[in-house]
């Protein structure tokens, strides 16, 4: 009996070791994952302003793969978090007193996180726009 329950302790042991490698080698891609969510829908999966809702608009969505060739080689880095934040107008997502993506966070904070006293809802909302701006930095045509 005490074999058997050596032998499960360890078959346990095991499977947790192998479930806890198998996720540090997949880890999660936040900026990815808010792309997809949030932007694909009109940017297109490769951001090439080709998504499903682009014939809802009169203009032509842009193509976020080349924000760093239309800007000397040099990725946007302020540029493309103020269109996110709200602190840059762009079309599409909103004004500076009403910016989409800003808002979305700052919601989805409260829903989520009302209950911890120390939350702070605006470090949730800048480190889920720099991680989308990470993700755009990482599509860049080469």
Known sequence: MKQLKAMTLVLALG??????????ADPVDLGKREYVNQCAVCHGLQGKGDGPYTELFKTK?????RLTSSNGGV????????????????KG??????PVWGNLYKIKAAENYI???????????????LALVD???????K
């Open 15 to 24: 499977l947790a070791t192998v479930s806890v490698a198998a996720r540090a």
């Open 61 to 65: 969505i842009g193509d976020l793969t």
């Open 75 to 90: 990725f946007p880095v302020a540029r493309v978090q103020g269109a996110l934040d709200g602190s840059r107008m762009t």
């Open 93 to 98: 997502h909103g004004t500076s007193e009403m």
């Open 115 to 129: 209950d911890i006293p120390s939350y702070d809802a605006d470090a949730f909302v800048r480190a889920r726009i």
């Open 135 to 141: 993700y755009l930095s990482r599509l860049q045509e």
